[in-house]
């Protein structure tokens, strides 16, 4: 519909500013020719059904009615991987479907206990005050209606578990779900994060020649002091004191 084609523009204008703030503090080009993309694997004991491959690319696990939660580990790239998969379907141009929404849990636990995703969103989007009103009411009466993908970062590092169980339980309105959660969790804990069954996935670790190749890439939109050999030795843990480094 119209009102559905509009509201979705309306996000990926905004999810487009975001994605191309956020990269520039890191002197980054929003092109993401720099960014190679990642495949996804399951543990040697995956969480619920197993309907993803043992091996597949980043864009397979978002679709509908796939629930991926995300290992995540710091510096392995699961924050860069989401915004990469953001930014794909938000320059999607001509087409509405398929509709992904990106959702920080850092910022959403702040909002109020009762205010959905979808409400969340409008916020962001539109503003707050009154004169906005009419236009956050559409987005989330017509989204709610919608087949939408969710991908939701920084989950597994919000410091309460009651709000990531909560946050996690919200997720049902979506039709599809990528989510980060912390290393060790538990089967049991992944299924009753959004009370549905959930496959347990993580970005497969890059190779030699896929370093060498994501370095030379970078190195191409980054600041000329950028030492391509230094973070090769680096990313290949050849360096122990440097890559221990945050």
């Known amino acids: 519909t119209v009102r559905l084609a509009t509201c979705v523009a ?3 204008r905004y999810e487009l500013g975001r994605i191309e703030a956020l990269l520039a503090k890191q002197g980054l080009d929003a092109s ?6 990642r495949q996804v694997c399951r543990p040697a004991e995956p969480a ?3 309907k993803l491959p043992r091996v597949a690319s980043l864009s397979d696990i978002c679709r509908p009615e796939a629930r991926t939660a995300l290992l995540e580990q710091r510096g392995i790239g699961t924050t860069t991987a989401l ?5 794909r379907f938000c320059t999607n141009a001509g087409e509405v479907e398929p509709i992904v929404l990106r959702l920080d849990a850092w910022e959403y636990s702040r909002s109020s206990i009762a205010e959905s995703p979808f409400s969340f969103l409008a916020r962001r989007i539109y503003g707050s005050d009154r004169n906005s009103l009419s236009q956050r009411q559409a987005f989330e009466d017509t989204l ?6 969710c991908l939701v970062d920084n989950l597994a590092w919000l410091p309460l578990e009651e709000d990531r169980i909560r946050i996690g339980r919200r997720l049902s309105v979506f039709s599809g779900v990528v989510f980060t959660v912390p290393p060790g969790i538990s089967s049991e804990k992944l299924t009753n994060t959004d ?3 959930t496959v347990l996935a993580e970005l497969a670790p890059l190779d030699g020649d896929l370093v060498h190749a994501f370095i030379t890439a970078f190195a191409s939109c980054s600041s000329p002091r950028f030492d391509v050999a230094v973070a090769q030795h680096i990313a290949q843990r050849e360096l122990p004191n440097l890559a221990s480094f945050p």
């Open 83 to 87: 915004l990469w998969l953001s930014h």
């Open 10 to 12: 309306d996000y990926r």
């Open 144 to 149: 709610s209606k919608a087949e939408v993908i």
């Open 195 to 197: 009370c549905k069954e």
């Open 32 to 37: 993401f020719e720099w960014f190679l993309p």
């Open 48 to 50: 619920g059904d197993g």
